[in-house]
């Protein structure tokens, strides 16, 4: 069973340049999470959707876009990337409790 | 918007020594869930608390979930090298939008 599973692992980008998180979940759970991580520090949230079609804005939305257009996908767009952005990018799911994390993207924007 | 702080941000103990991890939030929360972090890991789910006043444990781990559920408590008995890691606190507001929010982070050390 894999869970919650994001890809790529590793990314270094351009200021400027674009790019899609991908994240996909095969427990058909309704709510799903971007998270990000800046070194040594805590999991702010990005973005959020409590089903298919439906998406919301976390803490920290700028910069980023997502899209839900099936239950089980749930990518995370960088339009114009910035040194900002370098971090450690966990999506998670949920059925309503306990959330799972994937692995996580470490991107870098150079 | 609501926060959530946690307390101590890093904790070095001694093997066999307690540890605890203080949680507050800014606002009343519906539940509040407690992950650890390895280090390089993700973060992976230890509990959930939703009733006023809560306490459960989980071997030599101890959570508690306070009166008014602002605040939350996480203790480890007689720490173990294996409890290395940071462990986070993730409030969920009275509001039903499955928002959670997650805490500072209070990175453990063990030293053998």
């Known amino acids: 069973n894999a869970g919650v599973t994001q890809t790529p692992k590793f990314r270094i980008l351009k200021i400027g340049q674009s790019m899609t998180l991908q994240c996909t979940q095969d427990?058909?759970?309704?709510?799903m999470y971007w998270y990000r991580q800046d070194p040594g520090m805590g999991l702010k949230l990005i973005y959020y959707s409590v089903g298919a079609g439906i998406t919301d804005k976390g803490e920290v939305p700028n910069g980023y876009n997502v899209s839900r257009s099936t239950t089980e996908d749930f990518p995370l767009r960088l339009e114009l990337a910035a040194p900002s952005q370098t971090s450690v990018y966990f999506c998670a799911s949920s059925s309503g409790s306990v959330a799972y994390f994937g692995a996580g993207t470490r991107l870098s924007v150079l | 918007g609501q926060q959530v702080m946690q307390i101590p941000q890093y904790q070095h103990v001694q093997e066999g020594e307690d540890f605890t991890t203080y949680c507050n939030s800014s606002t009343t929360l519906s539940n509040i869930q407690w992950y650890k972090q390895r280090p390089g890991g993700h973060p992976v789910f230890l509990i959930q608390?939703?009733?006023?006043?809560e306490v459960k444990k989980q071997k030599r781990l101890t959570f508690q979930f306070g009166e008014a559920k602002k605040n939350s408590s996480l203790h480890i008995t007689a720490t173990q090298t294996t409890d290395v890691g940071t462990y986070f606190c993730a409030g969920l507001e009275t509001s039903g939008t499955y928002k959670y929010i997650f805490g500072t982070g209070t990175r453990l050390k063990v030293l053998a």
């Open positions: 427990m058909n759970h309704n709510y």
């Open positions: 608390l939703v009733k006023s006043g």
